[in-house]
């Protein structure tokens, strides 16, 4: 008898787990899982009121967004300004936004299946060569709408926080969880309109930026080694890579990387500012001095506030 029970007792138990696995596959529609998305940004520090889409295959939902935040005064004679953020007004709407707006283009269904289960981050997926690639998931614009650089800054920022649940926004990098991009497999780490970071990975005999055309860009690039060795050619001239050391290429240089040696080239990118932002006139040092008055306009404008 007793041997029977335990039989018994298992097979209910393995009923009991199949049994839920069932119902957790029924719940892990779309919905449901853009729903997990929207219950973490309601409480994300990060967060930016906006309105857009999401396109999963032909599927269409509206994420709306109004940021909360509440300043609070600290220090001694109430001198500073500190914040809670949230909780947030996120709602989530099936169906195609009413207003022309940006959207996130999911190629189909695996592909949020993948960023769900933190196979990729959402950066990494849309990670690009050239702003004509096709990649899994893409930022788009609906008929009707014209995205600006304010809209595609705020797009950024809503890629990187959004697809993501935990208060610690963790990425794993490896070569498994890396997309192919500009010649190397890249895992990005954090996604800005100016500033793009990425881990990447070269192995034996593998080219980064060695077509014609990713070779030099109107932004600088900072390459972090930390792992391997390889080669660059910079500008006019030949260097060995190693770890322990950083490379700053300026806008214009010429910058191809290389891996001869069996073990893959390893390390970090840090890519400033948008190319395609400076591609009609304006450079990306003139955009600085721009960015660099404006810090003095903010400073003078917060600076009225506080003491009001």
């Known amino acids: 008898m007793k041997k029977v029970n335990k039989i018994s007792i298992m097979i209910l138990g393995l009923g009991l787990i199949l049994g839920s696995l069932s119902i957790y596959g029924q719940k892990a529609t779309t919905e449901s899982i853009l729903q997990t998305y929207i219950d973490s940004y309601v409480n994300d520090p990060m967060a930016l009121s906006a309105n857009f889409g999401i396109k999963v295959a032909d599927d269409w939902w509206t994420v709306s967004i109004e940021r909360v935040e509440d300043p609070y005064k600290v220090g001694k004679e109430k001198q500073y300004t500190f914040h809670n953020y949230g909780p947030h007004n996120v709602t989530l709407r099936a169906g195609k936004p009413i207003e022309p707006t940006w959207y996130f283009g999911f190629a189909d269904r695996p592909t949020l299946d993948k960023i769900n289960e933190q196979v990729w981050t959402a950066s990494t997926a849309s990670a690009k060569s050239t702003p004509a690639d096709i990649v899994a998931l893409d930022i788009f614009d609906m008929e009707g709408f014209q995205s600006n650089q304010q809209t595609t ?34 895992v990005a780490l954090y996604t800005m309109k100016d500033k793009r970071i990425s881990w990447f990975t070269l192995g034996t005999e593998e080219v980064a930026n060695g077509d014609r055309g990713l070779d030099k860009g109107q932004v600088p690039n900072l390459f972090i080694i930390t792992n391997g060795k390889g080669k660059a050619q ?75």
Do not use: C
């Not at 009609?280 to 404006?294: D, H, M, N, R």
């Open 153 to 186: 800054a705020i797009a950024y920022q809503t890629l990187e926080h959004f697809w993501k649940r935990d208060v610690g926004e963790v990425t794993r990098f490896s070569r498994d969880s890396s997309l192919p991009s500009h010649g190397a497999q890249i």
């Open 234 to 308: 910079i500008g006019d001239k030949e260097m060995d890579l190693e770890p322990g050391m950083s490379v700053f290429v300026g806008p214009y240089v010429k910058h191809v990387l290389y891996n001869p040696y069996k073990e893959p080239l390893e390390g970090i990118l840090i890519l400033f500012g948008d190319n395609i932002d400076y591609a009609k006139g304006q450079s990306y040092v003139e955009f600085l001095e721009k960015e660099y008055e404006f810090y003095k306009v903010n400073e003078t404008a917060t600076s009225s506030v506080i003491n009001h």
